[in-house]
Nanobody
Framework: QVQLVESGGGLVQAGASLRLSCVAS????????MGWFRQAPGKEREFVAA????????AYVDSVKGRFTISRDNARNTVALQMNGLNPEDTAVYYC??????????????????WGQGTQVTVSS
């Protein structure tokens, strides 16, 4: 079983950057593809980014391509989401997730095995 805890959210102005972190415990994330999702008020949860077990494959939702970067440090059991050029449409609760997967898989659907509690990101205009 993997427990995931996110941090790094906050209130920022449009154009700012934030770096979200996800610390895993209970099991090494080396067996897992890792992803970030977000849910804005009144909207369904949305895929944001995913990273394969190997770290060599990534996937992003179109709206964040070129602005967000997902990374992982298996030795430290952490995953990060660097978010640059934030805009109000990025306001949401961001969730870290882990999915048992093959070495190169980058799951983009919500069928992940483990989820964190989320961290709030609010971007003001």
């Amino acid at each position: 079983q993997v427990q995931l805890v996110e941090s790094g959210g906050g209130l920022v102005q449009a154009g700012a950057s934030l770096r979200l972190s996800c610390v895993a415990s209970g099991r090494s994330i080396g067996s897992y593809a890792m992803g970030w999702f977000r849910q804005a008020p009144g909207k369904e949860r949305e895929f944001v980014a995913a990273l394969s077990r190997s770290g060599g494959q990534t996937a992003y939702v179109d709206s964040v391509k070129g602005r967000f970067t997902i990374s992982r440090d298996n030795a430290r059991n952490t995953v990060a989401l660097q978010m640059n050029g934030l805009n109000p449409e990025d306001t949401a609760v961001y969730y870290c997730a882990a999915k048992l997967a093959s070495l190169s898989a980058v799951p983009t659907t919500g069928e992940y095995d483990h989820w964190g509690q989320g961290t709030q990101v609010t971007v003001s205009s």
